[in-house]
Nanobody, 125 residues
């Protein structure tokens, strides 16, 4: 069972930036796709971004983004450190949510089955 631990959340003003980090346990980290999801108060959890693992994507680090964050957020992974990052720029109040790190098989949102505990991101206007 993989353990995913997020960090880097906080409070930032609109237009600012934050970088979230997720540390994963396990020696097969590079094989799996990794992703970020978020859940705002009163809303369902939604997909944010994902990056492919070697099983399906080789070393290409193929990425996939939700339309709402495309051009503002960047997902990346460091397989040597078992870490996945989410760089968030030009933040908006509507980005306020608990952000969850996830592990899956492909970059498709429905493939993610393991989740971290989440980290709060609050964007003030």
């Amino acid at each position: 069972q993989v353990q995913l631990v997020e960090s880097g959340g906080g409070v930032v003003q609109a237009g600012g930036s934050l970088r979230l980090s997720c540390s994963a346990s396990g020696r097969t980290f590079r094989s799996y796709s990794m992703g970020w999801f978020r859940q705002a108060p009163g809303k369902e959890r939604e997909f944010v971004a994902s990056v492919g693992g070697t099983t399906y994507y080789g070393d290409s680090h193929t990425t996939y983004y939700a339309d709402s964050v495309k051009g503002r957020f960047t997902i990346s992974r460091d397989n040597a450190k078992n870490t996945v990052l989410l760089q968030m720029n030009s933040l908006k109040p509507e980005d306020t949510a608990v952000y969850y790190c996830a592990q899956g098989i492909t970059i498709a949102p429905e493939s993610f089955t393991s989740w971290g505990q989440g980290t709060q991101v609050t964007v003030s206007s």
